[in-house]
Structures are given as structure tokens and as C-alpha cells.
């Protein structure tokens, strides 16, 4: 799976190079007057996770765009724990310059405040949302000896053996564990949930037949589905994924039903607006592209740049939806 996500992460990268070498650098900030000297020395992008996952990979592009197009370094630097709780509250407590960045998830800005008793930091007012990267449906994939392909007949199964089957996600109070928690919501059923550290060992567990089933990152669950070791039954996106065309919605069956991972960028609360807005015109110049596009819809993303305000609205929808869920699932962390 690293593997796989580095080649990805090397594809993307050369796109958004040749993106970047085609679009210079804004020299004027959004609005009219002249943009902040900035940047001027390295940038360090903060990713609140381990190396080699889905944020890693999203981070990695777009520092190396950034690099290229600024000609000042972009440096990544994982921070991982708490389920993105530390290397989020890095970013909150660093200096409100521009050269300290964060790329959030809606783990870490949409749901840990409602999992987790002790906070290290607000998320709602340590942070300014800058854009959107990209948005990823995850995809409910089951063990191939489950006599199961549609979700209806998973939840029928499920309704029927009540506590029987067991899911894994990344941690208790990741997305892909409320992904679960939102099934079983919806279709009136109970399973187990099986916390793992990582998407890794969710696949290695689910095709070992050690879990039954998993709603996991796109990009990592759907070419262990093409290699038939694992089953695909539906994403969990409102819209088919243009990866996997054939493969239905889970609100086709459930309407409504969202459980979409998304990636954004963040800077600490009180960087300079001019710094905010050119760094929302960047991430916009380089996802826009139709090569960027296509690059990232070739692994199950859905490039999505947008401005600090849209994103903000975003957020608060997020955050409002998954705190429903995680009342009604009683889910919570220390």
C-alpha cells in the first residue's frame, strides 16, 4: 500500500510540476493591492498523520507545487497521534506568519471535537480553513466468503445475525469508523467495530477473514477489489466514483447517505488575509488544472479547491452531521 500511494504521490507530483511551470505565481493578492513578501523561507507543511496514508500523499503534492511555483522550500513533516489531534495542535500553537500549514481532514476538523473529552486546542477558533483539496469516497468492501453483494443484502444479513460480523476502520472516532457507525444507524442493525492503526492493516485483517468488513479509503481498498481479494459493494459518496463506475452508492439503497473523506488545507487563526488569500488563489491554480484532475480522479479524488469562506460553510455542515452520529453512536475518546 505504501508502495502504491508513493507512485501516486509521483504521478500527481509531475502533473501539478508541469501545472505549476505553466501558471506563475500570483503577483497581486485577491481584491486588488500588493501581496504580502511572502514566502521568503521555508514552509512547513504539517500532516497530523503517518507517512505514506492518503493525507501524507495530498500534502507531498502540494508542497512540491508550492515549491516549484515559489521557489522556496515546502517542507512536510508528519506529526502523528490522537487521531490527528497533535500535529494539528503544532499548527495551532505556531506562529500566525504563513510559514506553519496544516492539512486538515474531516477527522481532525469535523469530528474529533465531539470524540475526544480533552482537547488540545479549538478547532473552531486556533484555525483559518484556506481551501479544500480534494474530496474521497471511501468504499464498503467485505471478506469474498461473505454471502453478501448489494447492500441491501448486507443489511438483511446483518438484521438477521445480529453482533455476528465485525468492521475495522483506522481508530475509534476516524471517518471510516463513523462510516460504520452511520450503516448501522441507518439500516437498524449492530456489528463490532475492530479499531486498527491504519488502513494497512485494515486490508491485511479483512482479507485474512480476521474482520468482515470495512468502509475504507478509495485509493487504498479499490485495487485489492480488482484483485478480488476483497468485495466491493458501494461507495459512500451522494455520486457514483468516476474510478469505479459500476459500482453503486450506498444511497442508492440508503438515501442520502454521505461519508466522504475530504483533505483541506489550514493555517493558524490570524494569518495575515493577503497571506490566506494567495495561498487559497495557489491551491486553486494548481488543482484546477485538467491534468490535475484527471490525475487525481484516476485514484478515486475529486479535486475540489475552493475559497476560505466556502470552505468555512463546508466545515460547519461537517461538523454538524457527524455530531449527530456520534451522539447517537455514543463513540468517545479520552
Known amino acids: 500500500m505504501p508502495k502504491l500511494l508513493a507512485a501516486v504521490a509521483l504521478a500527481l507530483a509531475a502533473a501539478l510540476g508541469t501545472a505549476a511551470a505553466q501558471s506563475p505565481a500570483p503577483q497581486a493578492a485577491p481584491g486588488g493591492g500588493a501581496a504580502p513578501a511572502w514566502p521568503t523561507k521555508q514552509v512547513t507543511v504539517v500532516v497530523p498523520f503517518t507517512a505514506g496514508g492518503t493525507t501524507d500523499m495530498f500534502a507531498r503534492i502540494f508542497a512540491n507545487a508550492m515549491q516549484q ?7 512536510v513533516e508528519n506529526r502523528a497521534g490522537a487521531g490527528g489531534n497533535i500535529g494539528s495542535s503544532v499548527v495551532a500553537r505556531a506562529p500566525k506568519d504563513g510559514y506553519t500549514l496544516l492539512v486538515g481532514t474531516v477527522s481532525s476538523h469535523s469530528i474529533n471535537q465531539f470524540v475526544y473529552k480533552n482537547m488540545p486546542h479549538d478547532v473552531e477558533k486556533d484555525f483559518q480553513p484556506v481551501s479544500l483539496f480534494a474530496t474521497l469516497p ?7 466468503k461473505l454471502p453478501v453483494t448489494t447492500v ?12 455476528k460480523l465485525s468492521f475495522g476502520s483506522s481508530g475509534v472516532g476516524a471517518s471510516n469508523h463513523l462510516a460504520g457507525e452511520l450503516f448501522k ?6 456489528m463490532t467495530h475492530v479499531p486498527y492503526r491504519s488502513s494497512n492493516e485494515i486490508m491485511n485483517n479483512l482479507i485474512g477473514g480476521h474482520i468482515d468488513l470495512a468502509f475504507d479509503n478509495m485509493t487504498l481498498a479499490w485495487p485489492q477489489a480488482k484483485a478480488g481479494t476483497v468485495r466491493a459493494i458501494a461507495v459512500t459518496s451522494l455520486k457514483r466514483s468516476p474510478i469505479a463506475p459500476d459500482v453503486p452508492t450506498i444511497a442508492e439503497t440508503l438515501p442520502g447517505f454521505d461519508a466522504t473523506s475530504w ?13 490566506v488569500d494567495k495561498l487559497a488563489a495557489d491551491v486553486k491554480a494548481i488543482f484546477s488544472t485538467p491534468e490535475v484532475q484527471k490525475t487525481l480522479a484516476d485514484v478515486g479524488a475529486v479535486a475540489s479547491p475552493n475559497t476560505p469562506e466556502e470552505f468555512s460553510a463546508f466545515i460547519t455542515a461537517e461538523r454538524k452531521k457527524w455530531q449527530e452520529v456520534v451522539k447517537a453512536a455514543g463513540v468517545q475518546q479520552p
Do not use: Q
Open 69 to 75: 511555483r515559489t521557489g522556496t522550500p515546502f517542507v
Open 138 to 144: 471511501n468504499l464498503l468492501v467485505v471478506n469474498p
Open 152 to 163: 441491501a443484502e448486507l443489511a438483511d444479513y446483518l438484521k438477521k445475525n445480529p453482533d
Open 185 to 190: 444507524i441507518r439500516t437498524g442493525t449492530t
Open 263 to 275: 483533505h483541506g488545507l489550514f493555517a493558524p487563526a490570524g494569518t495575515p488575509r493577503p497571506i
